[in-house]
């Protein structure tokens, strides 16, 4: 048995990813990436038995009073990955492995999303050495449909989604794929999106970001649009492919389309493309925190598949965890954060009253 915590350039990280099923939230370019722009450190956990291995990609940083360090894994859907030969009994040892050595680490606390497709459930690890472990069901992602031909398909859809997508072909709507014109479009109409619908600050990813995703990642990357006539590009969504699945990753509408509705076609003309390409899954995720809202609505009406979305909290150190959050109500004028489900709970939003 070998256990040890990888820096994003250790060989071995890509060498047990290559022995893994796995998707580009675990690539160590992409945990560097995400590391940068959140201001953290890459890292991924390995243990290994014989044949069978685990690897856990997180991305340690500071907690907010500056004295301890927790771990996060990266934006999307980075769950714990293992080689087919890892059963049940090693999936606990290595989970309490990792226990140890996060708390030997100085982690307080790690908090990680799995992956529906590969990953949906881990179970609840036993003796883990002075922590706490939660897994919770969020919501739901979907997939989109990929059995049968592109008629079969179209009939599937919601009446309206089958509509619009008509609609946009006879007006001359194209796709267009990995093209210079949709790169270089897709920055400014994803941010004006986000402006849109009011997203937080950590969505409004830089030129410098983009430019890096594409450069870095370029063997798992497409970017793609809906193109009129003109050429003009009505919108444009980033995609990312390791194997055979798909993720709709980043994607936005430029302004003067939102009642086109071009996304519905940029999804099916990505459909049509997987499945010439042999891609198995196309994953759309979910809604907004993979709750059933207007977001997931309108991925529901393509007509795919739902699978359950789930998380996992781990304490490391149940004192150490129990200062931090101490030391967050001290620094809000002694108003505790909320009691709901956020975790780690010393990262809770600060109320308002707290504020004033």
């Known amino acids: 048995m070998t256990s040890r915590f990888l820096c994003v350039d250790d060989p071995l990280w890509l060498d047990t990813l290559s022995t893994c099923p796995h998707d580009v939230y675990h690539l160590p370019a992409y945990a560097a990436l995400e590391a940068n722009w959140i201001g953290a450190t890459p890292v991924a956990f390995r243990y290994v038995e014989g044949d069978a291995a685990m690897l856990i990609v997180l991305l340690e940083r500071p907690t907010p009073s500056g004295r301890a360090r927790d771990a996060v894994s990266p934006y999307g859907y980075a769950c714990p990955v293992f080689t087919p030969a890892a059963d049940a009994a090693f999936h606990a040892r290595a989970l309490a492995a990792f226990q140890l050595a996060a708390r030997a680490r100085g982690l307080v606390t790690s908090f990680m999303r799995l992956h529906p497709l590969l990953l949906s459930a881990l179970g609840a690890a036993s003796d883990l050495a002075g922590g706490a472990w939660r897994e919770e069901e969020r919501g739901v992602t979907l997939t989109m449909p990929m059995v049968g031909d592109e008629a079969s398909f179209l009939v599937g859809l919601a009446r309206g989604h089958r509509a619009g997508v008509r609609r946009l072909l006879e007006a001359g709507g194209r796709l267009v794929l990995d093209t210079p014109e949709v790169w270089a479009a897709f920055p400014e109409i994803y941010r004006k999106t986000m402006e849109k619908v009011g997203a937080g600050d950590s969505y409004f990813y830089s030129d410098n970001y ?66 010439t390409n042999g891609i198995a899954h196309f994953h759309l995720g979910g809604g907004l925190g993979a709750k059933r ?42 108003v505790p954060p909320p009691q709901s489900d956020f975790f780690p709970l010393y990262r809770a939003p600060v109320p308002e009253s707290a504020e004033a």
């Open 293 to 334: 809202d207007s977001l997931y609505a309108f991925k529901q009406q393509f007509g795919g598949t739902e699978w359950p979305f789930r998380t996992v909290s781990v304490i490391h150190d149940i004192e150490a965890y129990a200062a931090e959050c101490a030391r967050c109500s001290e620094e809000t004028c002694g």
């Open 210 to 275: 983009i430019a890096r995703f594409r450069n870095e990642l370029a063997a798992h990357v497409h970017c793609a649009g809906v193109a009129a006539p003109d050429g003009t590009i009505m919108c444009a969504g980033l995609f990312t492919q390791v194997g055979d699945i798909l993720q709709y990753h980043l994607s936005g509408t430029a302004e003067g389309f939102a009642r086109q509705a071009p996304m519905k076609l940029l999804l099916v003309a990505m459909r049509a493309w997987a499945a």
